[in-house]
């Protein structure tokens, strides 16, 4: 049994101006120990999605259908407060801006103290040393004086840090990180991204990594989901969907990544157009107003059929009507100037079977 | 935190001399200006029909024929050393805080204004209890339960009591309470020492017509300030965490969506405490207000400044005290 089980997620806010459909009927599973990377531009469902698992977007203008299981458990149906029990101890999250995630008013310390005294009893003394021990964890210096700074002391690193500690401190199986270095200098986001990978790894648990940074991606995750206009567009091991990408989606996210190893003709290709609006989605394919491709598919499918999240290959799936052939084809031309050279992915792609073999190693501790 | 408050200090005495200044200069320096000589302003401190004899003797008495940095100097040190006046005769001796002696009966100003001021206080701070604790909670409940109908229903009475002067709303008051339904009959001030519970009981009326008004304002601003809050980053950390929904609002939201309001409490408490004038005057209390109202009716120069400077005294000290405050509560604040 896969950690996380999301199961067809709907999420509709009601608004004055129309019902949103944030997330439209969106499937994947997670297994313990595993990195997720959720990718996608602004507004296409991924913060509402962890928000929806974490259980955060509970108003009454919210509808929320589907499941999402954890450890077997739906967590959709459950009740406020059991949701409220698992907040914090069976699932944690950070935040993309450090600072303002952080009460400016209480220290550092005293907000990990509080988050670790919600899910144990224990006392304060006990709940401090906790989070000297944590701080000490994340790489913070002195973390017995440091413990009682204030955020505003903490440098944007240290706070995100801080944030890492205060969400591990009750030994999560799923941490959810949202955008956790976008708000970051470069130098910091390696960083903080190889402390969530130690971490991951000393804890055990699986990751799910929101982001429209592909570089981060590419550098942590096993598993990619990309989403568009609430939907899953490609799903995937790290290597299909960088190697080769089935959906043009994905081809124009990865087009516009800027690369330093391949002197481009021209400028960096951007997908032209905007998401669209979640209130009024294109009928058909979501995608297909900014799509290049629509004329390669016979009839007038990409405007009237919703596209099914369909195998390409063993473990590999894309929501698009473009046959086998031209999908192979269109990527054998952008391939040159769009495939990603990025440090840590998996040369070879035997993935399906490394996949299942790390799962047990990594669920042995 | 120490050098903040030692600059804060001093920056409130800057203040009171400058106010001093500029009441001193109110009052003696732009009737010189306007063409008044020393015995035409001594003529306003003597009785009807004087003699010229008793003027001139006034305008020696007061010092008015010195320069005017000379006279000022007079005032401050009365303040703050007490003064002799020479009457002739005799040398009466003022004591510190000295404002000066009534126009009209003849007395120190000060002990007028101290006999006053418990009143005043008395009407203050029970007021001011009423309208935070009232306001604040009206204030939260209306933004957790945003669109409800106790939130349309508070934000229309608080609407209403903004907008309702006291002198209506305490006329409507006493009019229900203390006439038609003799709840609270015979409102008039008894001091706290000699009958408590009849203090309090005269004074109900009072806090609640004062609290009414600050309360509706207090509970906009804290409803303002908890959606803001509430909206807030650090809230959704806190519910992330798995805090129970009431440790979110309280130790979370409402913690930082107070401090503004701090602020604001400070300065009308300190404002009001230099006298209730509306409120005063229509419950016939007589504190600082009443005070001031008698004393700019009779043109009595002493007293008028006297009132001014001890109004201005507790806007200083409350502010300075909202600032020191602030500190506490927003660390950010410390450092900086």
């Known amino acids: 049994m896969a950690l996380l089980e999301v199961t067809d997620l709907r999420v509709r806010f009601k608004t004055d101006d129309g019902i949103v459909k944030a997330v439209d009927g969106l499937t994947f599973q997670l297994e313990r120990g595993r990195t997720l990377g959720i990718v996608g531009e602004s507004g296409s469902g991924k913060s509402v999605t962890s928000l929806a698992i974490m259980g955060l977007h509970r108003g009454k203008d919210t509808e929320i259908t589907g499941t999402v299981k954890l450890e077997g458990e739906d967590l959709v149906s459950a009740s406020d407060e059991r949701v409220r029990q698992l907040r914090g101890s069976k699932m944690a999250m950070i935040f993309q801006d450090p600072l303002s995630s952080l009460h400016p008013y209480y220290t550092v310390g005293t907000q990990i103290i509080e988050a670790y005294r919600v899910h144990n009893k224990v006392s304060k003394q006990v709940a401090r040393t906790r989070a000297i021990e944590l701080l000490g964890r994340v790489g913070i210096p002195q973390p017995n004086v440091r413990v009682d700074d204030y955020p505003h002391q903490f440098s944007g690193g240290m706070r995100q840090r801080a944030m890492i500690a205060m969400a591990l401190s009750c030994d999560p199986g799923l941490l959810i990180a949202d955008e956790p270095t976008t708000a970051l200098d470069v130098t910091v986001q390696a960083q903080i991204l190889d402390l969530i990978v130690d971490l991951q790894h000393e804890f055990g648990s699986a990751v799910i990594i929101i982001t429209h940074d592909l570089g981060v991606v590419a550098e942590i995750a096993d598993q990619v989901l990309v989403m568009y206009a609430g939907r899953a567009a490609e799903a995937g091991t790290a290597g299909h969907v960088f190697r080769e990408p089935g959906h043009p989606y994905t081809w124009g996210l990865l087009g516009s990544m800027p690369r330093l190893d391949v002197e481009r003709v021209d400028r960096l290709r951007p997908i032209p157009g905007t998401p669209p609006s979640l209130i009024n989605v294109p009928p058909g394919c979501p995608f297909h107003p900014r799509c290049a491709y629509p004329a390669q598919v016979p009839g007038d499918r990409c405007r009237t059929d919703v596209p099914a999240l369909l195998d390409i290959s063993p473990g590999h799936r894309t929501a698009c009507h473009l046959t086998a052939g031209k999908r192979q084809e269109i990527w054998a031309q952008l391939a040159p100037e769009a495939a990603p050279q990025v440090p840590g992915l998996p040369q070879e792609q035997d993935d399906t079977e490394s996949t299942a073999a790390t799962v047990t190693e990594v669920e042995a501790p | ?336």
């Not at chain 2, 009414?212 to 980053?233: H, K, P, S």
């Not at chain 2, 979370?252 to 005057?281: C, N, Q």
């Not at chain 2, 009779?298 to 400077?309: A, C, K, R, S, Y």
Request: a positive charge; one cysteine or more.
């Open chain 2, 1 to 336: 935190m120490i050098t903040f408050i030692i600059r804060r200090l001093l920056t409130a005495i800057f203040l009171l001399i400058v106010v001093s200044m500029i009441t001193f200069g109110i009052f003696f320096l732009i009737p010189r200006l306007a063409g008044q000589n020393a015995y035409e302003l001594a003529t306003q401190y003597v009785g009807r029909n004087p003699t010229r004899a008793a003027i001139l003797q006034m305008e020696a008495k007061l010092g008015l024929n010195e320069s005017l940095p000379v006279q000022y100097w007079h005032f401050l040190s009365g303040i703050v050393a007490g003064a002799h006046y020479n009457d002739g005769p005799s040398v009466t001796y003022c004591p510190p805080p000295c404002f000066g002696y009534s126009f009209r009966s003849q007395q120190p100003v000060w002990p007028q204004m101290v006999s006053a001021m418990p009143v005043t206080v008395s009407l203050a701070i029970g007021a001011a209890i009423l309208w935070l604790l009232g306001g604040v909670a009206i204030g939260v409940l209306s933004a957790l339960r945003r669109g409800s109908i106790f939130d349309r229903f508070s934000m229309a009475v608080a609407l209403a009591g903004v907008s309702l002067p006291i002198f209506f709303t305490g006329l409507i008051s006493l009019e229900l309470f203390s006439y038609k339904w003799p709840i609270f009959p015979n409102v008039q001030w008894v001091p706290i020492t000699s009958n408590p519970a009849l203090w309090a009981r005269n004074l109900v009326l009072p806090w609640v017509t004062l609290a009414f008004l600050y309360a509706a304002l207090y509970a906009r601003l804290t409803r303002a300030g908890m959606l803001e809050t509430m909206n807030e980053d650090y809230i959704r950390t806190a519910r992330a965490k798995g805090l129970r929904e009431r440790t979110v609002v309280v130790r979370h939201g409402l913690r930082a969506a107070l401090t503004p309001i701090l602020t604001i409490f400070g300065m009308d408490l300190g404002l009001l405490l230099g006298g209730a004038v509306l409120t005063e005057s229509t419950f016939s209390l007589p504190g600082l207000g009443q005070f001031t109202i008698l004393a700019i009716q009779n043109q009595d120069f002493p007293e008028i400044m006297g009132v001014v400077l001890l109004a201005a005294f507790f806007i200083v000290v409350a502010n300075m005290l909202v600032d020191i405050l602030y500190a506490v509560v927003d660390p950010r604040v410390r450092t900086a």
